[in-house]
């Protein structure tokens, strides 16, 4: 009986000891398991932030490598758009030299040389009524006392004369051509009003002499230029005959012929003649007329038209330029004594009429030339002034 009591007390024994240590096992898995989970996610929450670490630091490495090539190519994107505008400034510098060259005064077909030498008869002009040479005239006639004080206010009124153009003649030869024709006007103008100044005092010294005095001053004075005028007459209808039926049956013959043109326009008389060389030449020459529309006859339409290399707009422009000029030309030559007068006064007499229908026909092509001129670019300008 104790025996048996003993043995179930032992087992109480024996089971409560292996359900605490049953227990006890239990709570110390778990609790392994408790702490492998904790370090597990201690372990991962450390990789994760090393990891946006990682990726701050790459992220920031790249933003920072990005900002500096941003950086670079702004600075090589400016340096490109600063040599090519460099480029483009120097090309039109040099277009506006090459233009400023090819406009320059003396450079130019042959309409640009007959205009500049209306333009310089202005000055030329003055020079002329600045040099008449009276004592010789004095000399010539035998003046009396009357005729002294005729010839006297001749000289005052010349002089005034002389004093007026060379305040109210153009000083510079303009680079446009529609400028150069306004220059020419305005001399045409300044010359017209010396005329008025000196025509009366011109006639009333005339009107005193005898018809004896009157031929020793044709003789001494007037005589060498009225032959002078005669001999370059038939000289000049010879020119116009040939070249009105000279037929340029080629490119070459037409180059050649307008190469000749410009050689004879470079050699007209340039800004930088003295002035002796101006008081000798004359204001205008008696051919004014005939010069001015031989030029105005005479474009090179197709060279023009190719070597310019004219638009649709353009080439209407300038064919409105070529009828006007042949208007012009016509009304020219029909405006213009045909005659050589023999008198002094007859002689201002002609030379106003030549320049009163000069003006007219220059007023009258001016609109039509500016038009096409403005319709051209920078470098067709260049070309057109190099074969007008």
């Not at 990682?54 to 758009?81: I, K, L, Q, V």
């Not at 505008?85 to 309409?111: H, I, N, V």
């Not at 000289?235 to 080629?250: C, G, H, I, T």
């Not at 008696?286 to 474009?299: D, I, N, P, Q, Y």
Request: hydrophobic share 35%.
């Amino acid at each position: 009986m104790q025996d048996r009591v003993r043995d179930r007390r032992d087992y109480r024994v024996r089971e409560r000891g292996d359900r605490r240590r049953a227990r006890t096992l239990d709570e110390w898995r778990r609790s392994r398991e408790t702490q492998s989970q904790g370090q597990d996610s201690g372990q991962d929450r450390g990789q994760a932030l090393a990891r946006d670490r990682g990726e701050d630091r790459s992220r920031e490495t790249y933003d920072r490598r990005r900002a500096r090539y941003d950086e670079w190519r702004r600075a090589r994107d400016d340096w490109r758009r600063s040599r090519v505008r460099d480029r483009e400034d120097g090309t039109r510098r040099r277009e506006a030299e090459r233009g400023d060259a090819a406009l320059r005064p003396g450079r130019g077909g042959p309409f640009a040389a007959v205009v500049e030498k209306l333009v310089r008869g202005c000055g030329q002009q003055g020079a002329e009524f600045e040099n008449w040479p009276f004592d010789a005239i004095a000399q010539s006639v035998g003046t009396d006392e009357k005729q002294r004080n005729a010839l006297a206010a001749l000289r005052d009124s010349a002089k005034a004369a002389a004093e007026r153009l060379a305040a109210d003649c153009p000083q510079d030869v303009p680079a446009a051509p529609s400028a150069r024709l306004e220059a020419v006007e305005q001399g045409i103008d300044a010359a017209l009003a010396a005329f008025d100044t000196v025509e009366p005092a011109l006639t009333t010294f005339y009107g005193t002499l005898d018809d004896e005095q009157k031929a020793r001053l044709y003789r001494d004075m007037a005589a060498p230029a009225v032959a002078a005028a005669r001999e370059t007459a038939p000289r000049r209808e010879a020119q116009e005959e040939r070249r009105e039926r000279r037929e340029y049956s080629s490119r070459r013959e037409r180059a050649r012929a307008y190469a000749a043109a410009r050689e004879a326009a470079a050699r007209e008389p340039t800004p930088r003649q003295t002035a002796t060389s101006q008081a000798a030449a004359p204001g205008w020459s008696g051919a004014v007329c005939e010069e001015l529309a031989a030029v105005l006859r005479g474009w090179p339409v197709r060279e023009i038209e190719r070597d310019v290399r004219l638009s649709s707009p353009q080439r209407v422009a300038f064919y409105e330029l070529v009828t006007a000029s042949l208007k012009a030309a016509d009304t020219l030559g029909g405006a213009c004594p045909a005659e050589t007068a023999l008198t002094p006064v007859g002689r201002m007499d002609a030379m106003r009429k030549r320049l009163a229908a000069v003006r007219a026909a220059t007023a009258a092509i001016r609109p039509a030339l500016a038009h096409f001129y403005e319709a051209l670019d920078q470098g067709q300008k260049v070309r057109f002034a190099g074969m007008s």
